[in-house]
């Protein structure tokens, strides 16, 4: 059954969509000339990541997070760490691409494993770390006859010698895996759950709501989301494809919007609330809480800047220092391996340009210092 929009009432709608439009513009605008653009939206990543995992009802630690990400993990990392990381990395892979990227179908492959037309393009339909892995079957399997075995066999050889050349090479290679007959899994999976046509109905959603504001339309996509619930796994992805449809619409060019964020500060009473004029007015709310709180980290980021650009003046053209001003405006901390890795120092040199810096210790402990911008 498609998700039904009928009779909006607008009178109760326009005016929360209006100012949320509005604050979500502000946004777009200052971030399009700033000069802490770049790490604004880095952090962005960030923060909305962890409380996409919050609105699951799972805890992940930010400085985790951020380690993690830099390959410095303090412990071993937890599945709730792995999946944040994969929202991290999603984040970046869409920013990183055109606009219309999403709503492709490479796009959707990629985020979702369908194209939206019923077909499955995953190899069993389930999420690992890095969203869906598709089929990649050898190129010079398929143009051999299928009666002849032997040859088949070569090319499977081949292909296999090609791809460990260029492993051993250095060059990046997509990760391959081979769908496997076992059923042990069906425990946690639901088999005659239907992703692409869920996925489609929800697209049918999108077509059907071009005419409204993008606001509107967005608060509309992600109540449709959950009601039809796409994904068994993944349903932070839902978000991601509104903040995209949002940047590709116009109030969001500059950036993609920190829907989970916003979410978290609405409560869930409100998200899950019965009535649906209620749901939609939560998720217009979480979007105006969400720019709000990227304006308000942008002023923070902008004074910041400020205030330890001070410190460069006079500075010699070899100093690290700069380098250590944007890795601090793109991290929300920082450690002394980081500061090691990223700026080429000793470990005295790297406290010695965080002294020089003044930044906040974070941490408050001896074995391990973390710092971040007061």
């Known amino acids: 059954m498609a998700y039904e929009i009928g009779n909006l009432p607008l009178e109760a709608l326009i005016r929360p969509t209006g100012e949320a439009t509005a604050t979500l513009v502000r946004l777009d605008e200052r971030l399009a000339r700033s000069p802490v653009r770049e790490g604004w939206i880095e952090r962005s990543h960030f923060h909305d990541a962890t409380a996409a995992l919050w609105i699951e009802g799972e805890l992940v630690h930010l400085e985790d997070l951020v380690f993690h990400d830099a390959q410095m993990d303090q412990r071993s990392p937890t599945h709730e760490l792995t999946r944040a990381h994969a929202v991290l990395r999603k984040r970046r892979r869409i920013l990183s691409q055109p606009c219309d990227w999403v709503f492709g179908r490479e796009g959707l492959r990629e985020l979702t494993g369908q194209d939206g037309s019923g077909v499955d393009l995953s190899v069993d339909g389930r999420e690992g770390e890095g969203g869906v892995l598709t089929k990649a ?26 791809r460990s050349s260029k492993i051993l090479s ?41 005419h409204l504001p993008v606001v509107l339309r967005a608060a509309l996509l992600l109540d449709a989301w959950n009601d039809i619930e796409v994904l068994q796994r993944g349903a932070w992805i839902g978000p991601l494809l509104v903040a995209a449809l949002m940047r590709q619409e116009g109030p969001a060019v500059h950036h993609l919007p920190c829907l989970h964020l916003g979410a978290q500060k609405i409560p869930r009473e409100r998200r ?35 205030q330890m650009e001070r410190v460069l003046r006079g500075r010699r053209a070899t100093s690290k220092l700069p380098a250590l001003l944007d890795l601090v405006l793109s991290r929300p901390l920082v450690s002394t391996s980081m500061i090691q890795e990223e700026l080429k120092v000793s ?16 941490t408050g402990k001896g074995s391990f210092r973390a710092w971040g911008i007061v």
Request: glycine share 6%.
């Open 137 to 162: 079957a050898p190129a010079t399997a398929a143009e051999v006859p299928e009666d002849d075995a032997l040859t088949r066999e070569f090319a499977e050889i081949d292909a296999l010698l090609a």
């Open 170 to 210: 250095g060059a990046a290679v997509p990760l391959r895996r081979v769908p496997q007959d076992d059923n042990r899994l069906s425990v946690f999976f639901d088999e005659d759950w239907d992703e692409g046509g869920r996925l489609a109905e929800w697209r049918d959603a999108l077509d059907r709501t071009r």
């Open 272 to 306: 899950r609330a019965h009535n649906r004029t209620d749901r939609l007015l939560a998720w217009i709310d979480a979007i105006c809480e969400a720019a709000s709180t990227g304006l308000k980290e942008h002023d923070r980021l902008l004074l910041a800047k400020e």
């Open 347 to 362: 470990r005295q040199g790297a406290l010695d340009l965080v002294g020089a810096f003044n930044l906040r210790e974070l």
